[in-house]
Nanobody, 128 residues
Framework: QVQLVESGGGSVQAGGSLRLSCAAP????????MGWFRQAPGKEREGVAG???????SYLDSVKGRFTISRDNAKNTLSLEMNNLSPDDTAMYYC??????????????????????WGQGTQVTVSS
């Protein structure tokens, strides 16, 4: 059974930075599609960034140039570097994993429905 544990959330002011991490001990990241999703109160869960099982990358348009997703296969860690944060980025952030999918599945409409393994989430709050 896959267990994903997120960390690194917190509260920052607009323009600040945070780095999220997702750990999955014993899980081989490299053969799976992994992504970061977020859900704000009253809104649908949306894909933010992903790394596909084929090595592809994807980003939500609103985070391009500000967020960077990376994966350390040796440490079984997925990260999301978030810079120049804005209040619109406030949400619960989740990492998710699923097998053999391209990264574009993460940011597709209802992309979250394609992922079966989820972490518990970490809160990111950005104040103006």
């Amino acid at each position: 059974q896959v267990q994903l544990v997120e960390s690194g959330g917190g509260s920052v002011q607009a323009g600040g930075s945070l780095r999220l991490s997702c750990a999955a001990p014993g899980f081989t990241y490299s053969v799976y599609c992994m992504g970061w999703f977020r859900q704000a109160p009253g809104k649908e869960r949306e894909g933010v960034a992903g790394i596909g099982s084929d090595g592809s990358y994807s980003y939500l348009d609103s985070v391009k140039g500000r967020f960077t997703i990376s994966r350390d296969n040796a440490k079984n860690t997925l990260s999301l570097e978030m810079n120049n944060l804005s209040p619109d980025d406030t949400a619960m952030y989740y990492c998710a994993v699923e097998g053999f999918r391209p990264a574009k599945m993460v940011v597709a409409v209802n992309g979250a429905n394609a992922f079966g393994y989820w972490g518990q989430g970490t809160q990111v709050t950005v104040s103006s």
